[in-house]
């Protein structure tokens, strides 16, 4: 991952109608970020109402992993914009993998058949390579372990919805941090504001040192932290994230993080009455159901954050 | 299942716009199921001429168990209407089944997705957790053994629409009763109705008496007999279900149980000129193919009966 | 397969309006081709506008085979054409097939849902039985190996559009002639016009002698080839296809042939610069990727010619 190479890729700030390809943060200057959340406050009551807007527009989704939350998320921005929908939902469905298709042969069809592709692929790079090969636009769904750039957005757009400006914010980020994507993606999009970093990770889940150094070159202030009890401390916000088994060879070791990486009635005592406890979702466990009736609590809100950021990104990729 | 505890939910009539969630017959009262009825039928000419009064509304299906028939027939009622779908139609391609998350954090995320849930779930009593933690109305599509109101309420329409009225009728239920959710909503169903009913079924599948004796609580005469024969007698309604080969142990018990709850020209001739044949769908050799061309078979007109009384909830529901 | 038997069933020729189902090219006569191939040309200019035609129809898609770019093909023309789209994708996800349904009893229950069922399905022979159940009408989009109509015709429409006109072409066909049914309709389709076509396959891949019997008589000029080299030379059209692993019981064999019958720039070379290539798709390394960047290669745009040949087709049965 090199953020400062792909960020030199746009020097020049996004107006309405400018953008095409939505690939990845590091495309995305301050600029554009603000007008991507404004965009999103907009959509607010658009969402509620509905809107015509894309009547004309076919989105496809190309989902080689599967993942209902984010593909039924955009599914729902699109169709509240009045626009239509076509897909698989799963590669296992799909010739595209089966008959041994390459991502480039896909991607040349797939652009006849609709005005922008939604794309999730298991593999670092994929939306970037289909960006390549396509005339419509392609937006990143999620790209391996690096990239989720619009939950990346729809998480800062949580942070600003719910805390009023992001500036000056201490901002926590607790789980996995080496193969959670979401948290790249915030990381990249928080590093262009004045916000100070926790990261809590257990040993072998700790953010990578190349990210954490340009966090620090982006003008960051970073701390590493052992546990979510440091973590929730002078916290406005806390991003947790879910800790995947599969990631521990030894079923032992992964027991031990997994209760100390968890967030109950007891760590949300430790934050600020007015922090805000955030997750992509799904979660299994790292955040007790009891935690859900806090006003800290603003994951599900945090859902419907997906609905209009996503809604003002296919606007202005669209219209 | 607790027929008397769960009507007492409902001592007042449904009016119009005053449906929010569809859980079970359970929660009807007879003027709730007539007036149901009405709105079905109703619905005959729209569906044929369409109506946009549900074009900004969005219906999420989760099947969290695969189910063809009610997928579709719900899509269609919902798209007849103008409205829109998004969901998935099977665990296996949901990140909600595959990544371990809870039904009840499924549901707050999909209540941002969507105006109205229409889940399947293996599970007895899941549609109505889901009810609870979801702010826009759950539709049950059918949940574990116990229930499917909305193919209740359909086959009571079928009845109605072929019969002319349900009052008076002597109906038969046939085949697999014990673990077969349809004859158990139809049964809660029809016993706001002053009907007489033959359970015929083989000795292992049998209606539990606790439900037989509801049912006579109720105030239905309820006949148990041994064969289709009998039920097919004087039957004005024989509502046959499918044996399904899973719930023997032993095969040749099933064999011998398939050959005897089997409806033939021979058995169709037992029956009454102006009597009809049910059955919920699919079939895999209940109903001899022979018997789709006697004036009887009403099987394939109760799918559409679906599409008509699933559009008179949505109606209800959304508008 | 029987062309001239079947090719009696249509004395008369389509007129606007008078198309119901379409399940072969042995159904068409020349005049029925012309007046299609005219209609996609005019579906174009509203492929890009598109329209609000079918505003009121629902497309059935019922895919017993998985395959993404027909399906998705179909789904596109029909929702361009404004239409709606309900279905399943893959027949593990359908209790169509899981439950043991017949074909009949999934038509005669889809038919009350949609407007128009599309329909694939592994056997041979299956679009017709589902035809005659059905009281909507039924699209053939792939049955057995026999069979691909639109496929054929999006073919005949592809090499209208980039040379103009049929009537004098010489046309190679490629590959898998023996089991690939997109060849088979693409023959089919040629026979009622006046070209030279050459046969290139393996030895064990060849064309069913009926079936070139059949287009000898049918006034063809036909010529068996050994290589993909002499089918280039000369030709106005190479329709090269996919040879399947499977097919082989012998891997080396496989792999002898592959490295064979494949399309690199040398091979371009022998053909006349404004000779076409074409493909049904997906490939996996008949043709090298070097190929796609010359003028020759037509195959992602044949892609498009899919869309518009299906929403003729759509718009011919439907309105």
């Not at 009023?164 to 789980?175: M, P, Q």
């Not at 990578?208 to 970073?222: H, S």
């Not at 947790?240 to 967030?263: C, H, L, N, W």
Request: hydrophobic share 45%; aromatic share 6%; proline share 3%.
């Amino acid at each position: 991952m090199v953020w400062c190479l792909l960020s030199q890729m746009t020097e020049v700030q996004l107006e309405m109608g400018t953008l095409h390809n939505f690939i990845s943060i590091h495309d995305l200057v301050r600029d554009d970020i603000e007008l991507i959340l404004e965009q999103a406050a907009a959509m607010e009551s658009v969402a509620i109402k509905r809107s015509k807007e894309l009547s004309t527009k076919i989105m496809a989704c190309l989902f080689f992993e599967a993942s209902t939350r984010t593909r039924l998320s955009f599914e729902s921005a699109m169709l509240k914009l009045g626009g239509s929908v076509l897909g698989f939902a799963d590669v296992v469905v799909s010739s595209a993998g089966g008959k041994g298709e390459t991502l480039a042969d896909t991607i040349r069809t797939v652009e006849r058949y609709a005005d922008v592709i939604v794309m999730r692929h298991p593999l670092d790079g994929s939306a970037r390579v289909a960006a390549e090969f396509s005339s419509v636009p392609i937006i990143n769904a999620g790209s391996g372990s690096e990239e989720h750039p619009t939950q990346g957005l729809l998480d800062m757009y949580s942070i600003k919805k719910f805390k009023g400006n992001i500036d000056g914010l201490s901002v926590s980020l607790c789980g996995d941090l080496k193969y959670g994507r979401t948290v790249h993606s915030l990381g990249m999009a928080l590093s262009h504001y004045d916000v100070k970093i926790k990261l809590a990770a257990p040993p072998t889940l700790r953010m990578k040192p190349a990210i954490v150094n340009e966090m620090k070159k982006a003008g960051m202030e970073v701390k590493e932290v052992d546990s979510v009890e440091e973590a929730m401390k002078d916290a406005d916000v806390v991003y947790m994230t879910r800790i995947q088994k599969e990631r521990f060879p030894d079923i032992s070791e992964y027991d031990a993080v997994r209760g100390k990486f968890r967030i109950s009635l007891d760590e949300v005592a430790l934050m600020p009455e007015d922090g805000i406890i955030l997750h992509p979702l799904p979660r299994v466990g790292e955040i007790d159901s009891e935690v859900d009736a806090t006003p800290q609590a603003k994951y599900f809100d945090q859902v419907y954050s997906g609905v209009v950021t996503r809604m003002a990104i296919l606007k202005m990729i669209l219209s």
